[in-house]
């Protein structure tokens, strides 16, 4: 079972991605999806995810406003849009999926997720 994240490069400030997040072998709206970003020199953190069951969403406090996460079943993919992006988002952008637990960014564990996807890398210049 594999997840892939795309959607990643390289963007002036202020700019804006979106990273996609799906599978050839799940169902995306039967797990909840987190999204990760790793800054360089620092841990891998959550930063988004989305509820299996009621499409909850819940973005880092610091990001609400400029990141949101959204589900389209049909193409059964998750995605991170990223607007107003700056410096400081730069970093390496994962998503992951559990099929067990809500949505929580605060008390996201990464041992509770079933299925990684590889990362994608996010530059944004100055």
């Known amino acids: 079972v594999q997840l892939q994240a795309s959607g990643g490069g390289l963007v002036q400030s202020g700019g804006s991605l979106r990273l996609s997040c799906t599978s050839s072998?799940?169902?995306?709206?039967?797990?909840?999806t987190t999204w990760f970003r790793q800054a360089p020199g620092k841990e891998r953190e959550a930063i988004g995810c989305?509820?299996?069951?009621?499409?909850?969403?819940e973005v880092e406090d610091s990001l609400k406003g400029r990141f949101i996460v959204f589900r389209d079943n049909v193409e059964n993919t998750v995605y991170l849009q990223m607007n107003n992006l700056k410096p400081e988002d730069t970093g390496i952008y994962s998503c992951?999926?559990?099929?067990?637990?809500?949505?929580?960014?605060?008390?996201?564990?990464?041992?509770?997720?079933?299925?990684w996807g590889q990362g994608t890398q996010v530059t944004v210049s100055s």
């Open positions: 992951a999926a559990d099929r067990f637990h809500l949505c929580t960014v605060r008390g996201a564990r990464e041992s509770d997720m079933d299925y």
């Open positions: 072998d799940l169902n995306m709206d039967t797990y909840s």
């Open positions: 989305i509820a299996k069951s009621d499409d909850r969403i």
